[in-house]
C-alpha cells in the first residue's frame, strides 16, 4: 500500500524516545548488554542475538544512544559509552523518577527538557 512519503518520514524522525530507560525498554536492554563487557565492541546483529531486540529497532537505539553520548561507535562496531557519562545520565534518571514518585506534581517531561537544553 503506498504511502505519502515525506509525512511518513516525518512520523519516525519524530518518533519519541523513552530516556527514563525502564527496564525491559530496547534502550536499557542495550545498555545493560554493553555494560557487561566494557572494554569490547559489537556488531548490530551481535546486539540483536544477545538481547532479543528487534534488528530494525537496534540500529535506530543506537543512534540514539550516541547522540546521547551514552554508546561509543567505530563502524561496524558499538560498545558502552563513558563510565561518568553513563553514570551521570542513570543518575539523574534515577532521581526524577524520585521526585515525580515523592513530589507527584513535577512534570518529568519539563526536567527532562530543561536537561537536554543545558547539554
Known sequence: MPVEFNE??????????????????NAHKILAFLSEYPEQGFTPKEIHDATGVTRGS????????KDRQLVRHAEPYWAIGD??????????????????????????DEWRNAAETAE
Open 8 to 25: 511518513y518520514e516525518q512520523s519516525n524522525d519524530s518518533e519519541e524516545f523513552d530516556w527514563t530507560l525502564r527496564e525491559g525498554s
Open 83 to 108: 563510565d561518568d557519562r553513563v553514570g551521570t545520565y542513570l543518575g539523574m534518571v534515577s532521581s526524577l523518577e524520585a521526585i515525580v514518585k515523592r513530589e507527584g506534581t513535577e512534570s518529568y
Open 58 to 65: 537496534v540500529g535506530k537505539t543506537l543512534q540514539r544512544l
